[in-house]
C-alpha cells in the first residue's frame, strides 16, 4: 500500500502545534529575560541552551504552518510583551528551578502531543522536541543537585515482607468513621 501524499493536518495536530507555537513564543520571553538578569554562569548556558532549542522549534512550527498555508498563530513578541531592562524580578535560582520545572512540563506536553499525531513529519517534531525537553529537564535537575537546591522526594523503608488490607475504612457524608469487615 502506496502511502497517501499530501495529507492534511488533523484537528489534534493543529491544535497541539498551536499550543506549541504559544507556549515557545512565551517561553522565548522569559528566557531571554531570565538571560539579562542570570549572574549565575553555571546556569547561564542552561538558560542560552533552552533558548537555542525553543528558537529552533517556532522556526520549525513556522515552517510547518508555512508548508500548509496555515496562519502562523500570533504569539508572543519580545518587542511588545518583555521588558529586559526592568528591574531584577527574581534569583537566579528561580531561574534554575523554573528551566527544571518547563522541562518537565514541556517533556509531558510533547509526550500528549506525540500520541495524537499521525503525520509523520509531526509525530517526528513532537519526537525530537520531548527528547531535547527531557535534555533540559535532566541539566536543570544535575544543576539543582550540585547546588544542593533540588529538593528529592522522600524515601520509604523497606519493608521486611508483604501485607494484605484485612479493613477498610468508610467515611460517610456526615463525617462519621465506619469500619467495615469482610
Request: glycine share 4%; net charge negative.
Amino acid at each position: 500500500m502506496e502511502p497517501k501524499k499530501n495529507v492534511k493536518l488533523t484537528s489534534a495536530e493543529i491544535t497541539h502545534l498551536w499550543t506549541a507555537y504559544m507556549n515557545d513564543t512565551a517561553l522565548i520571553c522569559q528566557l531571554k529575560y531570565f538571560l539579562a538578569k542570570v549572574e549565575d554562569e553555571e546556569i547561564r548556558p542552561v538558560i542560552q541552551h533552552t533558548i537555542d532549542v525553543t528558537n529552533r522549534h517556532i522556526e520549525t512550527l513556522t515552517g510547518i504552518f508555512n508548508k500548509e498555508n496555515y496562519p502562523i498563530p500570533y504569539g508572543f513578541k519580545m518587542d511588545e510583551d518583555v521588558d529586559i531592562t526592568a528591574p531584577r524580578l527574581y534569583a537566579d535560582t528561580f531561574f534554575l528551578g523554573y528551566l527544571h520545572n518547563v522541562g518537565q512540563i514541556a517533556s509531558q506536553a510533547y509526550s500528549i502531543s506525540l500520541s495524537l499525531s499521525t503525520r509523520a513529519d509531526i509525530y517526528r517534531y513532537f519526537a525530537e522536541g520531548h527528547k531535547e525537553m527531557t535534555e533540559i529537564t535532566r541539566q536543570a535537575k544535575e544543576l539543582l543537585l550540585s547546588k544542593g537546591l533540588y529538593d528529592r522526594p522522600p524515601t520509604l523503608e523497606t519493608p521486611e515482607s508483604y501485607d494484605f488490607v484485612k479493613s477498610q475504612m468508610v467515611i460517610l457524608e456526615k463525617g462519621d468513621l465506619w469500619q467495615v469487615q469482610k
